[in-house]
């Protein structure tokens, strides 16, 4: 299918991570597209008063995003529970 779209979907991170960490857990997913499918992913954007990480999600399972850090010329960054996941 490739790349999917939700409006205004919004989320906050439930555990900090790291500048490698690969698995997100979020508080909540339900308002994110479904990529379960091998080709699907969405676009996010981690954020927090001084850093923006835009993040490719390859897979949700449950409130676990599985991500490719630093997408569109961001770097990745680490990030506390609580922080912005649009």
Same mark, same amino acid.
């Given at each position: @299918?490739?790349? *999917?779209?939700? =409006?205004?979907?919004a989320?906050? #991170?439930?555990?900090?991570? =790291? ?12 308002e ?5 499918? /091998?080709?699907?992913? @969405?676009? #996010?954007? #981690? ?8 993040i *490719?999600?390859?897979?949700?399972a449950?409130t676990? #995003? ?5 997408q569109?010329?961001?770097s990745p960054? /680490?990030?506390?529970?609580?922080? /912005?996941?649009?």
């Amino acid at each position: @299918m490739g790349i *999917k779209f939700s =409006n205004n979907a919004a989320t906050t #991170l439930s555990a900090g991570i =790291n500048d490698s960490v690969t698995s997100i857990a979020v508080a909540d997913a339900s308002e994110f597209p479904d990529v379960s499918g /091998a080709a699907d992913y @969405m676009y #996010l954007t #981690l954020a927090n008063i001084s850093n923006i990480e835009v993040i *490719k999600v390859t897979s949700v399972a449950g409130t676990t #995003l599985t991500a490719v850090r630093a997408q569109d010329g961001t770097s990745p960054s /680490a990030f506390v529970s609580g922080d /912005a996941c649009e």
